[in-house]
């Protein structure tokens, strides 16, 4: 499975981006995805992840992010999105897309719970 994240860039901080997840060949709705991040010297940590259509849909986030960001997903186009608002300088990092084939307990917040990751698309905020 080919993933493809897309939407970074360089913004100030208080600004927005919106980062895009595709995939050639997966219908994305019928998996549960997420977004993590990983900053230079730092391990990948969990920022936001959406049930399997189905499953209830539900959207999970990481405590630094809530209330900032919201993860969803256009059935449609076949992409998951991921909404970040009020962006901050510690919002700095390599954003990854990542999907889960089998049905995932909990928060979902476990890297080795996903099967397939995106190359990853840069973000970088100033202050």
């Known amino acids: 499975v080919q993933l493809q994240a897309s939407g970074g860039g360089s913004v100030q901080a208080g600004g927005s981006l919106r980062l895009s997840c595709t995939a050639d060949g997966r219908t994305l709705s019928r998996y549960s995805m997420a977004w993590f991040r990983q900053a230079p010297g730092k391990e990948r940590e969990f920022v936001a992840a959406?049930?399997?259509?189905?499953?209830?849909?539900?959207?999970y986030y990481a405590d630094s992010v809530q209330g900032r960001v919201t993860i969803s997903r256009d059935t449609v186009k076949n992409t998951v999105y991921l909404q970040m608002n009020s962006l901050k300088f510690e919002d700095t990092a390599v954003y990854y897309c990542?999907?889960?084939?089998?049905?995932?307990?909990?928060?979902?917040?476990?890297?080795?719970?996903?099967?397939?990751w995106g190359q990853g698309t840069q973000v970088t905020v100033s202050s």
């Open positions: 959406i049930r399997r259509s189905g499953s209830g849909s539900g959207t």
């Open positions: 990542t999907l889960a084939e089998r049905h995932l307990a909990g928060r979902m917040t476990r890297t080795y719970d996903y099967d397939y």
